[in-house]
């Protein structure tokens, strides 16, 4: 069982960068499949969430409009695509499979994370 986020890289401020989050030895389908960021020094963030349901997403204010969540189950991944690039989009992203996400009191949430994957860094810089 085996979560691998991949396609990080360095990007100008302004550029995209797409996501992938590939799964080996089961299945996301029915799985609530979350992004998380981490910066040096910062708390973990959670960025999205494609839901169990496989039609809703959920995104953190930070990144609304700019990120797009998405799946593709013939190929077993979740991806994020990533538009509009920001200098403090920085970080490692992980994706993992979660127990709920959605919108609480109106702010991204995600939590209960059952399989977590390794990383891969995003570098927005001129």
């Known amino acids: 069982v085996q979560l691998q986020a991949s396609g990080g890289g360095l990007v100008q401020p302004g550029g995209s960068l797409r996501l992938s989050c590939a799964a080996s030895?089961?299945?996301?389908?029915?799985?609530?499949v979350a992004w998380f960021r981490q910066a040096p020094g910062k708390e973990r963030e959670g960025v999205s969430c494609?839901?169990?349901?496989?039609?809703?997403?959920f995104y953190a204010d930070s990144v609304r409009g700019r990120l797009t969540i998405s799946r593709d189950k013939a190929k077993n991944t979740v991806y994020l695509q990533m538009n509009s690039l920001r200098p403090e989009d920085t970080a490692v992203y992980y994706c993992?499979?979660?127990?709920?996400?959605?919108?609480?009191?109106?702010?991204?949430?995600?939590?209960?994370?059952?399989?977590w994957g390794q990383g891969t860094q995003v570098t927005v810089s001129s």
């Open positions: 993992a499979t979660v127990q709920a996400c959605g919108y609480r009191r109106g702010r991204y949430y995600s939590g209960g994370i059952h399989y």
């Open positions: 030895g089961f299945s996301l389908d029915y799985q609530s």
């Open positions: 494609a839901s169990n349901n496989g039609r809703d997403e």
